[in-house]
């Protein structure tokens, strides 16, 4: 079992921050990639950034030079630092992990519970 714990959305105005964080527990070998992704009503859960092990991040072009990920590995956990936020960027956010679980599965995705972002203008 593999748990994600999500924290840090809120309600913000914009061009405000906030800061959110994911730990992840449990049954890990080790970690292939942590990141983020968002969904908003009506549209596709998108990916927002992403922090491959020992890579670059990535980031999409709407958040490039706004948000900012990073992770700490020690404590298998990840942040996404948003700063001059826009209305647009409301959505859930959703903690993303590809992981070794075991010995026996060589690769298993999880999704965090996903945390509110709402952005006022």
């Known amino acids: 079992q593999v748990q994600l714990v999500e924290s840090g959305g809120g309600l913000v105005q914009a061009g405000g921050s906030l800061r959110l964080s994911c730990a992840a527990s449990g049954s890990i070998v080790s970690i292939h990639s942590m990141g983020w992704y968002r969904q908003a009503p009506g549209n596709q859960r998108e990916l927002v950034a992403q922090?491959?092990?020992?890579?670059?991040?990535n980031y999409a072009d709407s958040v490039e030079g706004r948000f900012t990920i990073s992770r700490d590995n020690a404590k298998n956990t990840v942040y996404l630092q948003m700063n001059s936020l826009k209305p647009e960027d409301t959505a859930v956010y959703y903690c993303?992990?590809?992981?070794?679980?075991?010995?026996?599965?060589?690769?298993?995705?999880?999704w965090g519970q996903g945390t509110q972002v709402t952005v006022s203008s």
């Open positions: 922090m491959p092990s020992g890579g670059n991040a």
């Open positions: 993303h992990i590809i992981i070794t679980p075991s010995i026996w599965r060589p690769l298993a995705v999880y």
